[in-house]
Structures are given as C-alpha cells and as structure tokens.
C-alpha cells in the first residue's frame, strides 16, 4: 500500500474541516459519527430480511456479499441517523451547485469470509456519463461492525477524485477505512473506492448510503418504495429527503404545479377525517 492517509476527524468536527478534507481527498472518515449501539440496532432491524436475501449475481456486486434494501421502511435506526450531521455537511459542500440534493439508495452490505476485493470504481460510472462539471454524488458507508484491513474495510484512492476520466486505478494505490463500529466513511462520486477483501473469517457490515443532486434519477426508487401512507409520520425533513420535494424551479414537480410533498399532506388529511 502506497496511497495516501484518508483523512480522520472526530464526531465533533467543524463544517470547514470537512469541506477541506472533501475538497482536497475526496474522502473523509468520522471517527465515532454514531454510537455502537445504533450500529447495533440498524443490524438486528435487518437480520430478519437480511437472512432471505441473495448472494450478489455478478463480479461486482460480489458472490461472497449479501445486499439488502428497502432499508428506510426497515430499519426505524437507519431513519434517525439518515441526516447525520456530517452527512448533511459533507451534501451541502459537495453537491453545492445542485438545486437540491436527496438521499438516494440506502443498502446493508454483509461482506463473508472469503469475499475477494471489489473492483475499484467510481460510483458515478453507474450513470455512464463522462465529463460531468460538478460532483452529483455524495456517498458514505456507516461502519456496522468494524471495518479492518482483514475483514474488507472498503478501500479509498484519497484524490482520486481528481483524476482524469480516463486514469485507471491500480490495487496498490488503495487503502482500506480501517474504522471502529459507528464510524462513517464519506467519498465523493468520482473517488475512487471499493469493498476490500475479507480474509478475517468473519462477516463485515458495512451500510452504504448514496446521495445525489436531485435532478438525477434515484440509484432506488425511494419513493415507490416509500409511499405516502409509508412515510405518513416520518419527520417531515426526512420525507422531503427521500424525494417529496421540488428538485429545482421546474424538475420535480406533481400534478398542476404543486410540490409533490402535498401528497403526504393528503394522506394525513384524510387519516384526519379531513
Ligand atoms: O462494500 C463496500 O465496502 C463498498 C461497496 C461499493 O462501493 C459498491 O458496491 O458500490
Ligand atoms: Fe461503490
């Protein structure tokens, strides 16, 4: 390994010290964003589904890791810390000159003993488009258990983000986010990362959690997953992060010309009575 440190900031960290690791790496771990315990609750709030999901079915998603979704309907953990402070920092800098920014997919990523490393990509090759002016991702994996050298902690390219479009990475310019339980991991679209190889003979979790400029289409359909009478008494911060929001002056919009958070107003009302 001869790549760069990944920078480190404690749980109390200010919003300038992030954006100049973003700005200038790429990446950022927070030591300690979360509580074990939380960690702990989003693991058991999934095991029950977790344990009826597939295997991965390509070379990237992995046959030695188990993906699980629909993770904001699941996991009433997850909801309480899907606008971490940092999280919501890290999107306002990174994805600043988007109109708006939106959660986009939110995944429990169990990685086996045996799982060899992932493919380092950038997440944004998933929209194949090259070239884009302004980052239009904002992407983070929560540390569920440990993340170690050992047992897969996901590797990062620090400044990779930087790169040209059509610079290759090498494996040895990677360096896994060793990180303790209730940690988080935040990286850019354009940087460089990838789950590592898991020889620990234990499992690693990892939770992923996408962010996008909201003009882009959602990596899953949240709000198809999570329809109105879903997220009926969800904070309202939260439903509008999930996508019941305008995403520009003219993007996003529900029927006539209304803002499409009318629709959790409706159902409300009409539990009401009203
Ligand atoms: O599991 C990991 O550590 C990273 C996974 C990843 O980057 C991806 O699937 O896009
Ligand atoms: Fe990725």
């Not at 309480?80 to 306002?92: F, L, Q, Y």
């Not at 329809?227 to 003219?250: H, M, N, S, T």
Request: glycine share 10%.
């Amino acid at each position: 390994m001869s790549g760069l440190a990944i920078p480190r900031l404690p749980m109390e960290h200010s919003e300038a010290d992030l954006a100049a690791a973003l700005d200038g790496f790429g990446c950022c771990a927070i030591n300690g964003a979360a509580l074990p315990a939380v960690m702990d609750e989003i693991a058991a709030d999934l095991a029950p589904y977790a344990s009826r999901s597939e295997l991965g079915n390509s070379d990237f998603a992995g046959a030695g890791t188990r993906r699980t979704g629909l993770v904001l309907n699941r996991s009433p953990a997850y909801r309480r810390i899907a606008m971490h402070p940092s999280v919501m920092a890290a999107g306002n800098r990174v994805l600043r000159h988007a109109p708006s920014w939106i959660l986009s997919s939110v995944g429990f990523f169990e990685l086996f003993d045996g799982e060899p490393k992932q493919l380092l990509h950038r997440d944004i090759w998933k929209y194949g488009v090259e070239g884009l002016p302004h980052d239009v991702d904002l992407n983070g994996i929560w540390a569920i258990t440990d993340f170690t050298a050992e047992n897969g902690a996901t590797h990062v390219i620090p400044g990779s983000h930087l790169w040209d479009d059509d610079r290759q990475a090498a494996d040895d310019e990677s360096v896994p986010a060793e990180m303790s339980k209730g940690s988080l991991l935040l990286y850019t679209g354009k940087t460089f990362h990838g789950g590592g190889k898991n020889i620990s003979g234990q499992t690693r979790i990892g939770l992923s959690v996408q962010h996008s400029a909201g003009w882009l289409v959602q990596t899953e359909m949240l709000m198809v997953e999570c329809p109105p009478a879903e997220v009926i008494d969800w904070p309202d911060e939260l439903v509008r992060f999930i996508g019941y929001q305008r995403r520009g002056p003219a993007v996003g919009k529900y029927g006539d010309h209304d803002d499409p958070f009318v629709l959790v107003d409706e159902a409300r009302a009409a539990r009401a009575g009203r």
